[in-house]
């Protein structure tokens, strides 16, 4: 049983470069989550799902998008990368009444 | 102001000693409280989760919660190196849209000396 796992671990873009982070979950959980965290800030919420086909905005979504074709995958994209995009990103999911949210191992992306 | 305010430390003990953590928030809306542990270069991982006011125990873990003082707290008896981590305190409102949306602290990084 994998969990949670994220695509990729590790990544450096250039400024104005796009990507793609994926998500997947096999634990056939409707909720899902994208988050990021920065130093002295905790982990702050970007996107989430609350079901195949739907996405709703989180507390810092301005520059990602996002979409969740199927229930087990979540993506996150960003069009034109930022520095201020430089961050660690992590994918969480969790069944639908239960609070507990089960974390991937994180993206560690950087935007020179 | 954040809605949930966390020291970040770094707090450092000694082994066999009791870690105190703990976090305030102002969202008198919250009802799930949680603690995660994160180790370096990892995602967080549920340590323990406390429903509304009230004292939640697991084995070396105590983690207490007072919703008049908007004010929780995890202790960790007999520390040992392993629990050098850092531990977030998190909160969710737990309403029907909102299973698993989290405020986080800023996390306290411990670290225990042998």
């Known amino acids: 049983n994998a969990g949670v796992t994220q695509t990729p671990k590790f990544r450096v873009l250039k400024t104005g470069q796009s990507m793609t982070l994926l998500c997947a979950q096999d634990m056939n959980h409707e909720y899902m989550y994208w988050y990021r965290q920065d130093p002295g800030m905790g982990l702050r919420l970007i996107h989430y799902s609350v079901g195949e086909g739907t996405t709703a905005k989180g507390e810092v979504p301005d520059g990602y998008n996002v979409s969740r074709l199927k229930k087990q995958n979540f993506l996150l994209g960003l069009e034109s990368a930022a520095p201020s995009q430089t961050s660690v990103y992590f994918c969480?999911?969790?069944?639908?009444?239960?609070?507990?949210?089960?974390f991937g191992q994180g993206t560690r992306l950087t935007v020179v | 102001q954040k809605e949930v305010e966390q020291d970040p430390g770094p707090l450092s003990v000694p082994e066999g000693a009791i870690v105190s953590l703990n976090c305030t928030y102002s969202?008198?809306?919250?009802?799930?409280f949680m603690w995660y542990r994160q180790y370096s270069r990892k995602g967080p991982e549920l340590l323990m989760y406390t429903y509304s006011s009230g004292n939640k125990e697991d084995g070396r873990f105590t983690a207490q919660v007072d919703k008049s003082s908007k004010y929780i707290s995890l202790f960790i008896r007999d520390s040992q190196p392993s629990d050098s981590a850092t531990y977030l305190c998190a909160m969710s409102v737990g309403s029907v849209d909102s299973w698993g949306k989290l405020q986080f602290g800023a996390g306290t990084q411990v670290v225990v000396t042998p």
């Open positions: 969480a999911s969790n069944r639908q009444g239960d609070t507990e949210a089960f």
């Open positions: 969202n008198s809306a919250f009802q799930y």
